[in-house]
Structure formats: structure tokens, C-alpha cells
């Protein structure tokens, strides 16, 4: 019988930290776990010093469990992180599989490609979860594959949207890349036209919360606003039932999971074409994709859907199968191969 691999996922792992978003990472810590892999997870640590010092100490400490270390990679400040943990790594004779997340890579790399190109250099496999930042490696010369984030699909109830009510949901992190204020306008410019229109914007807070609530109040939405904060699971499950369009407002973004979350549940996307948004949903199919920061574009797509039943289908039964292409028995067999090809 031949034995699997030792696994060590390594990179920001703080869901499990009140109020914190569950990473991909943790994901596939948890779903490896369960298949038999022995695997490692590192960081938990919130504080971006101590996570390093545990990444690093971990890599030491406990080379001789990890056979694959599953880098995840997201530029930025952590990049010094990524950097240590795979020169650790290669050292140590660990094959390296570098997991592109950061939907801003490319702009950083821009800005620093010798660095970039030094570190990647290391990596045995590169994957990335969206066809947008594996296109991007490739053209510096990098190959990359794409493995689709994944979600535990059983657990997201899916109710077909036709003629829609104007509920509007927004899930992300009060953070000025995903822009959280462009919600808020949309909902004042579809209240003006149905003054019953709500909004739930929900979401752990980096520093914008006080400042949308805020902007809510401005605009005269105290009644049509709810802020319920972080969402658990059943919390989430609950606002997405009972919701009846996504709005996705960011600057910037990958493959976000909240976007396949709100698919796998029925609910029709409106996004801004941004980063690899483009390249998850194909808009008139499986979303409405508008420009980013355009208030006036994302209200119009609203109103097309609350008009339209059909269309509202459409997206509703689309981004269902969307969604099921990251379900774990889809994903499972991608990584395996990468496992295959780095022990052969």
C-alpha cells in the first residue's frame, strides 16, 4: 500500500478566532484530515510576527512530517512570510506547491518582479483558484494550474430564484478593497424607486464599519440597512435564504469564495468586473457584471433582475452548477494529482 504524503499547508490560518473569516487553507487542512493525509496546519496565530515565528518554527521542528509544503501565497506584507517559509523549505528538501490567493499579486509583482520571480522559482507546482492570476504567472513564465476553491456544498440549501423580491444581501470584510460603501449607494438608489427594499450588509469588520453605518444614516437607510456583523454559518445560511440578490462590490478580487457561496445557495450575482471575476462568472449566464465603482451600472443590473424573472433564473440555476464545481469530490482528484506528480 503506498503511503500519502505529509502535508503542510502553511499561511494564515484564523478562522477559527472569533469573528474571523475560515480560510481556504483551514479548508484543506480539515478535508485532507479527513481523507488520511497526516497533515499540518500553520499558523493559527492572529499576530503577523508570532504567525511567523510558528510558521517558522513548525517547518523546523517538524520537517520530518512534511513531505509537500502547500504554500499559500498572497503578496503584500505577507510576502516576507512566503518567502522565509519556502527558502525553509527548499532547504530542508520539501517539494513546494505555491497556492496563488491574492487577487492584487499581479499589481505587486509589477512593482517587485525580482523579488517575485526569486520566490516562485522555488516552487515544484504553482496553482492558482481562477484562470485570472494562473493567465497572469504564465506570462511571466511561471506554469501554473487552476484548482478551484472549494465549499462544503451540502451545506448550502439552494432555493431558485424567479420573480425576485428587492432584498439585497452583502457578505464580505468592511475593508476599502471590497468597497462595502458602493453597496450602500446602490440600496439608496433602489430605495428611492422601492421604498420596501432592504439591504443586509454583513461581514467582519477591518476599520469601515462605523464609517458605512454612517453613510447608511446620511442617506436616509436607518430602516432599510441592517449591519448583523460577522455571520456564522447558520447565520449566513439564514440572511442567504432569505435574500434574493448578491451584490459584489469590490476593487479587487480572485476567486472570491462568497461569490460561489451565494451561487450554491441561488442567489443571482451582480459584481464589478474586476480581477478574476470576469473569469468566474460570465455575465448574462451565471452573474450580471458591471464596472467597478459604478453605483448607477450596479442599480440598473438590480432592476433588470427585479423585472425579469427569467433572466433571475437563469443566474439562479447557473450559478448552482457554478458551485458544484468546487465541491470537494470535484477539487479532491485535482490536488491528488499535483500530490502524485510532486512524489513520483
Same mark, same amino acid.
Given at each position: ?16 478566532? *472569533? ?18 493525509? *497526516? ?12 504567525? !511567523? ?86 506570462? /511571466? ?66 476599520? /469601515? ?12 437607510? /436607518? ?67 458591471? *464596472? ?13 433582475? !427585479? ?25 479532491? *482528484? ?11
Amino acid at each position: 500500500m503506498k503511503l500519502l504524503p505529509g502535508l503542510g499547508f502553511v499561511g494564515p490560518m484564523i478562522g477559527r478566532h *472569533p469573528g474571523c473569516v475560515t480560510t481556504q487553507g483551514e479548508s484543506l487542512v480539515e478535508h485532507f484530515q479527513s481523507e488520511g493525509y *497526516p497533515v499540518i496546519g500553520v499558523s493559527f496565530a492572529k499576530n503577523r510576527y508570532v504567525r !511567523l515565528a510558528d510558521i517558522l518554527l513548525t517547518l523546523v521542528q517538524r520537517r520530518k512530517e512534511i513531505d509537500i509544503q502547500c504554500l499559500q501565497v498572497f503578496g503584500g506584507p505577507s510576502f516576507v512570510v512566503e518567502d522565509l517559509a519556502s527558502s525553509v523549505g527548499r532547504l530542508l528538501g520539501q517539494k513546494i506547491i505555491m497556492v496563488l490567493r491574492g487577487g492584487a499579486f499581479p499589481e505587486f509583482m509589477k512593482r517587485y518582479p525580482s523579488w517575485c520571480r526569486r520566490v516562485l522559482s522555488r516552487a515544484d507546482a504553482i496553482v492558482s483558484p481562477s484562470t485570472f492570476l494562473s493567465k497572469f504567472v504564465e506570462t /511571466q513564465g511561471f506554469p501554473c494550474e487552476v484548482i478551484p476553491n472549494i465549499i462544503k456544498l451540502s451545506s448550502y440549501p439552494f432555493r431558485l430564484r424567479q420573480k425576485l423580491s428587492p432584498r439585497l444581501l452583502w457578505m464580505r470584510t468592511f475593508h476599502p478593497i471590497y468597497n462595502p460603501e458602493m453597496a450602500v449607494r446602490v440600496m439608496a438608489n433602489v430605495h428611492k424607486e422601492i421604498p420596501g427594499a432592504t439591504l443586509v450588509i454583513a461581514g467582519q469588520d477591518k476599520g /469601515q464599519q462605523s464609517k458605512v453605518h454612517q453613510l447608511s444614516q446620511q442617506l436616509g437607510l /436607518q430602516d432599510a440597512v441592517t449591519f448583523p456583523g460577522y455571520l456564522s454559518m447558520s447565520s449566513k445560511f439564514q440572511e442567504g435564504n432569505v435574500a434574493e440578490i448578491f451584490l459584489n462590490t469590490n476593487h479587487v478580487d480572485n476567486m472570491p469564495v462568497s461569490v460561489v457561496e451565494a451561487c450554491a445557495m441561488g442567489l443571482p450575482v451582480v459584481a464589478t468586473k474586476v480581477g478574476g471575476i470576469p473569469d468566474l462568472l460570465t455575465d448574462g449566464e451565471t452573474g450580471l457584471l458591471v *464596472p467597478d465603482d459604478d453605483d448607477v451600472a450596479m442599480t440598473s443590473a438590480v432592476f433588470r433582475l !427585479l423585472k425579469d424573472p427569467s433572466l433571475a433564473e437563469t443566474l439562479s440555476r447557473n450559478g448552482r452548477k457554478l458551485a458544484e464545481r468546487s465541491s470537494w469530490e470535484q477539487i479532491k *482528484p485535482k490536488w491528488e494529482d499535483v500530490f502524485s506528480r510532486m512524489m513520483s
